[in-house]
């Protein structure tokens, strides 16, 4: 779709563009999540109920992230909604409510459907989703990320089965629920789970289930992600899961415990996967305790690894206590690293013969700024990071700062930085330094004290007036506005689009800051206040009689935040 205005002018006046929008022939997808208040109101109100819109829109993505409640103002404006050509349907932080009206009104036809948020949702309910979904005949594509993972057991399967879904990416709750689940997706050929929970199983584990597993298997699974991210699982259980899916062709695997950090045991299991051609795992691990670290090295140099042409890196992070193994290239997203770099374990790195492309797939790099950078550490190059956190770090001297940027600008292009979490206490002198290396930063997190100490309390008139101009997006934690200050914050951050702060919701002076955020901010497109203290239907009820007189705003209340949404 084109931008909302361009949109509006070349339907009045564009020939060319009013024949495109009325060819029944062509497909439309409609993408109203990230836009402002104005351009969604006017997408509802005068693009979506075209007769040539609503026969040929193929997909549809909406959210509440950032566009807080404009699921809700979606479905208000049409509750009887049919769109019989729509194919895939995308939510974004939707509660289970309203993804529960929009998948069973709009799901007849669907065949791609992804369901990512964060909201508390009841354990019952997520069953009911997940049960929705695996019952659906015309789905071939599923991605279904509820917060703390489903708890999908055979209690909620019971029923037969006939789907054809293809490709799966879903958050469990235990490592159990894949017995569970590998047995209602027959014709699954590309599966991604992620196992959110720190214990092992919510009852006792049975080995014999993967028995019962093996009988019915999906034959055609091929790709298999398994992304164990607070999981302590043993890795007898990922050994016996992986006996079972003998046509495997493409592993990926990422954990935290230290038993997985053993290459000969992985060399035997995957050795039982015929098929295999490629191999992916990114193993962390603390060491508090001691271990021979060249000896775990060298478990992933055998000739088994050489023969498959399976690069393994082994890097130990002092500072950290933390080893991390991974294949090259590294195939996360995220990579964590510190000042002074790693102490490589493997003859690959220090040859230095590590691809160019390595790295690629990285966009958000994490470095504790502990320690001093040296020249001498190898550099690995992340090329294409859009996203930094600082972390670990205290208040920094000039040699420190000159250490960071030095170690900065030999490992990213700061240029395309969009994004910086500060979850350290940098010098003013290092974050003005920072800023101007990295023009293009437009989103900023951090502490609310740290962020006061860095800026001398509002007293560092250069870096105030850069963080002014450069930043349209605030996150900020550990600390509430309070009235004594709130001017001179509207002052520094007067061009900020999107906000995110901590308030006291027993202040008395509540109302009056929050009047003044929405009086003064006169960019201001959202903004999400996380409650301090207990929330009560009183405060709820006197807060939305107060916001409802502003014809401008839409707000509601997800769990202990006020998100308001404005035009």
């Known amino acids: 779709m084109l931008d909302i205005d361009e949109n509006k002018i070349a339907f009045s006046l564009n020939n060319r563009f009013n024949s495109i929008i009325n060819d029944f022939q062509l497909t439309l997808h409609l993408d109203i999540s990230y836009i402002s208040k104005y351009e969604f109101d006017y997408c509802l109100s005068s693009i979506l109920p075209l007769p040539s819109v609503l026969l040929r829109l193929h997909s549809l993505h909406i959210s509440n992230d950032e566009t807080y409640g404009a699921i809700a103002l979606f479905i208000r404006q049409y509750p009887h909604l049919n769109i019989p050509s729509l194919r895939s349907l995308s939510l974004t932080d939707a509660t289970i ?11 007849t036809e669907l065949e791609h459907i992804s369901i990512v948020t964060n909201r508390t949702i009841d354990m019952n309910d997520k069953r009911q989703l997940c049960q929705l979904l695996l019952k659906h005949k ?21 029923n037969s089965i006939n789907n054809q879904i293809e490709n799966i990416i879903i958050d469990l709750s235990y490592f159990q629920n894949i017995l569970t689940l590998l047995s209602y997706i027959p014709n699954v050929k590309q599966l991604t789970i992620n196992i959110n929970q720190q214990k ?14 093996r009988l019915c298997i999906p034959t055609q699974l091929t790709y298999f992600n398994l992304n164990l991210r607070f999981s302590n699982v043993e890795f007898e259980h990922i050994e016996q899961l992986l006996n079972c899916l003998v046509n495997l062709k493409h592993l990926c695997c990422s954990s935290f415990r230290v038993e997985l950090v053993d290459g000969y045991r992985w060399a035997q299991v995957l050795e039982r996967l015929p098929l295999l051609r490629r191999f992916e795992c990114v193993m962390t691990t603390y060491i508090y305790h001691s271990l021979d670290l060249n000896l775990i090295s060298q478990s992933f140099q055998t000739l088994f690894w050489k023969e498959k042409s399976w690069s393994v890196v082994c890097d130990y992070f002092q500072y950290l206590s933390r080893l991390i193994i991974y294949t090259i290239p590294f195939y996360k997203n995220l990579f964590t690293s510190t000042l002074n770099g790693s102490q490589s374990l493997n003859e690959f790195d220090d040859r230095n013969v590590l691809p160019s492309n390595a790295y690629d797939k990285v966009t958000h790099l994490k470095v504790s700024v502990q320690g001093l950078h040296s020249d001498s550490i190898p550099v690995r190059k992340f090329r294409y990071v859009t996203s930094l956190s600082l972390c670990d770090g205290e208040s920094y001297s000039d040699h420190s700062n000159s250490s960071l940027l030095s170690y900065l600008t030999s490992t990213i292009d700061l240029t395309k930085i969009r994004h910086l979490k500060l979850y350290s206490l940098l010098s003013g002198h290092t974050l003005f330094s920072l800023l101007c290396k990295a023009p293009n930063i437009d989103c900023l997190s951090s502490s609310y004290h740290n962020l006061l100490q860095m800026i001398n309390d509002f007293g560092d008139v250069w870096l105030c007036w850069l963080l002014n101009t450069m930043i349209k997006k605030l996150t ?8 004594s200050i ?3 914050f509207i002052e520094l951050f007067s ?10 919701m027993d202040d008395i002076d509540f109302q009056e800051i929050l009047l003044k955020l929405l009086q003064n901010l006169t960019h201001l497109s959202s903004i999400r206040i996380s409650l301090a203290g207990k929330l009560t239907d009183h405060f709820q009820s006197q807060t939305f009689t107060w916001l409802s007189t502003n014809s401008q705003l839409y707000s509601e209340f997800n769990d202990n935040f006020l998100d308001i949404w404005i035009t």
């Open 97 to 107: 409510t309203q993804i529960k009206f929009l998948f069973q009104r709009l799901s």
């Open 486 to 488: 709130v001017d001179q």
């Open 495 to 504: 061009n900020i689009e999107h906000l995110s702060l901590c308030m006291n």
């Open 476 to 483: 900020l934690s550990y600390g509430r506005l309070t009235l």
């Open 138 to 158: 015309a789905l071939r594509s599923c991605r279904l990320s509820l917060c703390d993972g489903v708890d999908c057991d055979e209690t909620i399967l019971n």
């Open 200 to 213: 092992y199983y919510n009852q006792d584990y049975d080995a014999a289930a993967f028995d019962i597993v």
